[in-house]
């Protein structure tokens, strides 16, 4: 696919990063050359210095034959205005970064697509979401929903209470239990799980099961100690705080901590109508926290636009005797190191973004992409078509590649776990869990073929 994509900043070089992974014609435009610098040497991309709101830039970009055209450059102004220009002269379809919410209401999508931007992407309320779901599930790393909820996918980091550790994955995950084990994160490794694969102390399992069988997850991961979240603290009241404050459930009780008086007074006009709590202070000042209740808090999260304050300020919390910690970590460096401390849940919204932005580059019905960084991996929901390669053998017979697994299918509302002997009908929604490796090449076992 022919691919632009305008403004070099976070979210557009790791997006260049994954293309060029892919083997896609991928073009960086960016008004700032050192934003450009030595990234066409780093990624098999072309850089064009220029702005991306100028008729020539974009023609010498290529944006006659282009397949998308992403604009995620800082401005908000610069990224709409591009995408509709990019729109005008030949792009087929457009995806714009957003900071205003009031643009994701489905009542102006229409509008959006009358004028040439097709999709628009708001990295905040997709870290926001992240968050939350978090929140409501204290004992969880990861949560992946499929279909609504009719699967669930869990990333759990497994301690000594866990009771199915040391066993034989085969004894545990048969075609009749309630659950499989689609990954397993240990170390530095990343495995794809056999059935002569053990569970040990440290891992983060994820664990693929229908939505009822969640408590049993919970107790057979030694989780049922770990106390529901109804108390968090926000460190940092940036945008994805507001969001979180905004969808939080109502028996959250929250309080942002800010160390800016003037964004505190904002806060406070933005929260006006939510039970959320503003404090000026510093996060990171123990006396503050214990005066504002850390002892009794379930959960800390950290959103300061700094990952080594974040990383450091949930080892405090931890310290302090807060078990579910959420990190802010942008820069995709320290993110091992964060895990490596055990921090907890790792927020990257470039990465978040960057899935949204992928899932329209695939030409199958794909739905749902997510990338999970901390075993370089990405899940994703295919839905079969009649005749498609995936409904003609049972899964075990697919001849899948090396490093990719149909974890769940769900047929008719309902989820159902897949095993070797599964055969997928067309119209099933069916996830695939997907370990370095390309999902491009997947899109074929779901789309219709003459010759198998």
Known sequence: MKIIIAGAGAVGTHLAKLLSRDRHDCVLVDDCLERLAGLDGKYDIMTLHGSPTSIQVLKDAGVAGADLFVGVTPEESVNMNACIMAHALGAKKTVARIDNYEYLSPQVGSFFSDMGINSLIYPEVLAAHDIVNGLKMSWVRQRWDVHGGALVMLGIKLRETCEILNQPLRSLCGPDDPYHVVAIKRGDETLIPGGNDELHVGDIAYFMTTREFIPYIRRISGKE????????????????????????????????????????????????????????????????????????????????????????????????????????????????????????????????????????????????????????????????????????????????????????????????????????????????????????????????????
């Open 225 to 452: 100690h770990y106390a529901d979240v109804k108390n968090a603290i926000i460190m940092g009241g940036d945008k994805t705080a507001v969001r979180v404050a905004l969808t939080a459930p109502d028996y959250m009780n929250l309080k942002i901590i800010e160390v800016d008086e003037q964004r505190c007074e904002r806060l406070n006009e933005l929260l006006n109508n939510v039970d959320t709590m503003v404090i000026h202070g510093d996060g990171r000042d123990l006396g503050l926290l214990q005066e504002e209740g850390i002892q009794n808090t379930q959960a800390f999260v950290a959103l300061t636009g700094n990952a080594e304050t974040n990383i450091l300020a949930c080892l405090t919390a931890k310290r302090l005797g807060v078990r579910k910690t959420v990190a802010m970590v942008e820069n995709l460096d320290y993110v091992e190191m964060a895990e490596s401390l055990d921090i907890g849940t790792i927020i990257n919204k470039k990465t978040l973004a960057a899935s949204h932005i992928y899932q329209m580059m695939l030409d199958g019905d794909v739905s749902n992409v997510r990338s999970l960084m901390m075993v370089d991996s990405d899940v994703a929901e295919f839905t079969a078509t009649e005749g498609s390669n995936v409904t003609r053998r049972a899964v075990k017979d697919l001849g899948l590649p090396f490093g990719v697994t149909i974890g769940g299918l769900v047929r008719n509302g309902q989820g159902i776990l897949v095993n070797g002997n599964t055969r997928i009908e067309a119209g099933d929604t069916v996830m695939v869990f997907c370990h370095e490796h390309n999902l491009k090449a997947i899109e074929k076992f779901f789309k219709k073929q003459t010759i198998f």
